[in-house]
């Protein structure tokens, strides 16, 4: 069993920043994904940014430049540093790992993140 648990979200104005935090713990494999995905009111989930293992990434268009994700392997954690936020960011932010072990994706509770002036 794997699980994910996050921290991090909250309110912040335009412009300012935020840092997510993730840990995962149970039999996870080492090559494996992580990352966040993000799903706003009356939307779909969609991917904000991933990270393998062996440290490539993946961004959505509209959050590359203003986001960083990164992680550690030896800890088993995934952050996301997201700068220049903007009202468009509001969202509930998801964990998320993939397996390459058990072949099965993990999902975190989800934190809220909330910009506004």
């Known amino acids: 069993q794997v699980q994910l648990v996050e921290s991090g979200g909250g309110l912040v104005q335009p412009g300012g920043s935020l840092r997510l935090s993730c840990a995962a713990s149970?039999?996870?494999?080492?090559?494996?994904?992580m990352g966040w995905y993000r799903q706003a009111p009356g939307k779909a989930r969609e991917l904000v940014a991933t990270?393998?293992?062996?440290?490539?990434?993946n961004y959505a268009l509209s959050v590359k430049g203003r986001f960083t994700i990164s992680r550690d392997n030896a800890k088993n954690t995934v952050s996301l540093q997201m700068n220049s936020l903007n009202p468009g960011d509001t969202a509930v932010y998801y964990c998320?790992?993939?397996?390459?072990?058990?072949?099965?994706?993990?999902w975190g509770q989800g934190t809220q993140v909330t910009v506004s002036s």
């Open positions: 990270m393998t293992s062996g440290g490539g990434t």
């Open positions: 149970g039999i996870i494999g080492s090559i494996n994904i």
């Open positions: 998320y790992l993939h397996s390459f072990l058990s072949t099965a994706d993990y």
